[in-house]
């Protein structure tokens, strides 16, 4: 191959290409010697080693320009005085097409590919407002792997579930990590220190390989994961699965993971890649050392939803009411479990949590995500079971205020499956008529099980997976979470955008938000209390129709006893419908409502009540 070289352009980091010219931008300190390293694309030997003049610098970037290159026959990487370098700016890997190959182990293997391929959008890019959104947080793999469908495990298998998550009502997609990362994980058992000298000491054993199913690692944040995909060509079917999502009226955001140590500027040059080249909608920021800051108020990003797990005053006070910014952590986790399982429950707490809400910027709550039980084993262990992690149970939180229900796992005790199965709707019943945005985690619908795992991190097997022939046996708890879903959709009063003010702000003889108790209007909160009613006034919110929503009364009871609540009449409101009640089975979803004529409601121990007044 006869190429000549110039120097580049620092312009943009990675490989951009000129014609038959391509141009090598990549970081180095002055005076290191530096060289692009070509391999043959077939066999993957190196074929050229191309070392850059000391003057093609500018600060701490190298470029140049290789003229007359055939980039279809090559891979390459990056010589840093003497050291092979990956590109972190590749757009494609090469060497880890398939999923946890051990052939590759402990080999260095790696080398960036070059893609300049051409994808031709035709979507109709979706434009969910922040209270319409309900995100569905999932793993590709773990995802699609317990299915007879063929590509298991990959972005094409996703995209034939995408009709599952339409019909479930999903308008927002969190996809955990899809970009390259290890998954092949190293782990080198502890000896023991050579101060213990009453024992044999002890020989150091070989290590351990286990697997980075989740993939919070350093990643390579440019290029798609190679064995998520189908086919030899991940990026285009990347952009299938995101296409297919926004044409059925679904956002993709994507989970990125940032350890300490990587720089700011590769953060924000990811993030804008990922916009600019697969159209992504959004964010979940997870790491160490962020630029939030500047993430939150960097222009390109400006119209695309930001999720971490705060942001400071001062930049949410910059937003407007369309804020890009949302808060997403545990504080809506804890203070619902609490309650549900009657652990250290505080009442208050929890009614602060449902009404939670802000007008610059937006709460997403969820009870179960990956990190911790799924919500399944959220009532049917105790405590948690990682010894299949091997690390001796010790890994994992031990804080999941959850409950057995009086067995720990699986149980043929049929009271305790259906005290299970209450426990589960009352949990999808706070979610899902909270204020904030609620999130489901993957196969939580359908009582998914990890067998008391809450850390699955490397559980790439039936543990980690979803296991869909639950859906079949689960089939009440999915037919109940869907009716919730569309039972907020239909009532806007849930989806307020602004916080409850929680008095008759416009005058139409009624709060916009109340709590009640044995008696109308009196609603306490003493320590130990565990039951309350909340009544949203329907005059608050207006439907698409522009016609105002019902007056809606929610009753939580989390005593082990019944309870009675008040039951306001309103001028708007000539009797109480119950619509729901998660203490019936199969049909805890009433479409068209019993009729309450008496001034109080019974309240069913451990359960949920929701009422509609109709004229």
Wanted: hydrophobic share 35%; glycine share 6%.
């Amino acid at each position: 191959m006869k190429y000549e070289i110039k120097e580049g352009n620092y312009a943009a980091m990675g490989v951009t290409r000129q014609g038959r010219d391509l141009v090598f931008t990549f970081a180095a300190k002055q005076n290191q010697t530096c060289a692009v390293l070509l391999y043959d694309r077939e066999s993957g030997k190196k074929q050229f080693r191309i070392e850059l003049p000391v003057e093609f610098q500018a600060g701490f970037l190298r470029s140049v320009c290789i003229r007359n290159i055939d980039y279809h026959k090559f891979d390459y990487n990056y010589e840093i005085d003497g050291e092979v370098v990956t590109d972190p700016y590749a757009r494609k890997i090469v060497g880890r097409e398939h999923w946890c190959d051990k052939a590759r182990q402990g080999k260095n293997v790696l080398r960036g590919g070059f893609d300049f391929s051409v994808f031709h959008w035709k979507e109709q890019r979706p434009k969910v407002k922040k209270e319409d959104m309900f995100l569905y947080k999932l793993h590709v793999r773990g995802f699609t792997m317990d299915t007879s469908a063929a590509n298991r495990g990959t972005f094409a298998a996703l995209q034939k579930k995408i009709p599952y998550l339409r019909d479930l009502g999903v308008t927002s997609v969190e996809l955990m990590p899809v970009y390259e990362f290890e998954e092949i994980e190293q782990k080198t058992k502890d000896k023991l220190p050579d101060y213990v000298t009453w024992k044999k000491k002890a020989k150091e054993k070989r290590a351990e390989t286990r697997v980075n199913f989740w993939g919070y690692t350093r990643g390579n944040y440019f290029a798609p994961k190679a064995s998520f995909a189908a086919s030899d060509h991940a990026a285009v079917e990347l952009k299938r699965l995101i296409q297919a999502l926004h044409n059925q009226g679904m956002e993709c955001i994507l989970e990125m993971f940032f350890p300490a140590g990587v720089p700011a500027a590769e953060i924000i040059d990811a993030l804008h890649y990922w916009v600019l080249e697969y159209h992504v909608d959004g964010f979940h920021l997870q790491g160490e050392n962020l630029p939030v800051q500047v993430i939150a108020e960097d222009l390109l990003l400006h119209a695309t939803k930001i999720f971490y797990v705060w942001f400071e005053e001062a930049v949410v006070a910059k937003e407007d009411a369309d804020s890009h910014l949302y808060f997403y952590n545990d504080e809506f986790e804890y203070p619902i479990r609490r309650m549900l399982c009657g652990r250290d429950a505080s009442l208050y707490e929890f009614v602060n949590q449902m009404r939670k809400q802000q007008e610059r910027a937006s709460y997403v709550n969820y009870i179960c995500d990956n990190n911790g039980f799924t919500l399944a084993d959220l009532f049917s262990y105790s405590e948690k079971h990682n010894e299949k992690n091997g690390e001796k149970n010790t890994d994992g939180s031990s804080w999941n205020y959850s409950c057995n229900c009086g067995a720990e796992g699986e149980t043929n005790r049929k009271y305790i499956k259906n005290q299970r199965k209450r426990l589960a709707k009352n949990a999808i019943a706070a979610v899902f008529l909270a204020q904030g945005i609620p999130l489901l985690f993957s196969g939580d619908e359908f009582g998914n099980s990890q067998e008391g795992n809450n850390n699955a991190y490397c559980q790439d097997n039936a543990i980690g997976w979803i296991n869909w022939k639950e859906k079949g046996r689960n089939r009440e708890l999915l037919e109940f979470t869907r009716a919730v879903i569309r039972f907020r959709k239909e009532h806007p009063v849930f989806r307020s955008p602004e916080p409850m003010q929680m008095c008759d702000y416009k005058g139409i003889g009624l709060p916009d938000l109340s709590y009640h108790g044995e008696e109308a209007w009196m609603a306490g909160f003493d320590p130990g209390r565990q039951v309350v009613g909340l009544l949203y006034g329907g005059g608050y919110a207006l439907r698409d129709d522009a016609t105002e929503d019902d007056d809606i009364y929610i009753a939580f009871n989390f005593h082990v006893t019944e309870k009675k609540l008040a039951l306001p009449k309103t001028e708007k409101t000539k009797g109480w419908y119950r619509v729901i009640d998660t203490a019936r089975e199969k049909d805890a979803v009433l479409d068209n409502g019993v009729e309450i004529e008496q001034k109080q409601a019974v309240i069913a121990p451990q359960s949920v009540a929701v009422f509609v007044g109709k004229r």
